[in-house]
């Protein structure tokens, strides 16, 4: 069973940092696109920021500068850097990854639990 399991949300104030991981676990043959996506309250899922299997990132214009995207294929793990958080950045935030369990499937989507931001002001 493929789990994405997020760590690292919490609460900090304006001005700090904060760094989100998600592993994935299970039994996958590779995974390609990987992604951070964050649902405020009475807001819509919106994407934060992703990166392809390559390395080719792609980041929300509002967390430009602030955000970086990273992966660790080794690990199966993607992590977000978020500097300079704002109070605007509170939020659920996400994990999500394209799967290809067997060579030759066609990639799944799959989601983390969700953990907690909150920025402070």
């Known amino acids: 069973q493929v789990q994405l399991v997020e760590s690292g949300g919490g609460l900090v104030q304006a001005g700090g940092s904060l760094r989100l991981s998600c592993k994935v676990s299970?039994?996958?043959?590779?995974?390609?696109?990987m992604g951070w996506y964050r649902q405020a309250p009475g807001k819509q899922l919106e994407l934060v920021a992703g990166?392809?299997?390559?390395?080719?990132?792609n980041y929300a214009d509002s967390v430009k500068g602030r955000f970086t995207i990273s992966r660790d294929n080794a690990k199966n793990t993607v992590y977000v850097q978020m500097n300079s958080l704002k109070p605007e950045d509170t939020a659920v935030y996400y994990c999500n990854a394209d799967i290809q369990l067997h060579y030759g499937l066609v990639p799944e989507e799959y989601w983390g639990q969700g953990t907690q931001v909150t920025v402070s002001s």
């Open positions: 299970g039994n996958i043959f590779s995974i390609k696109a």
């Open positions: 990166i392809t299997s390559g390395g080719t990132t």
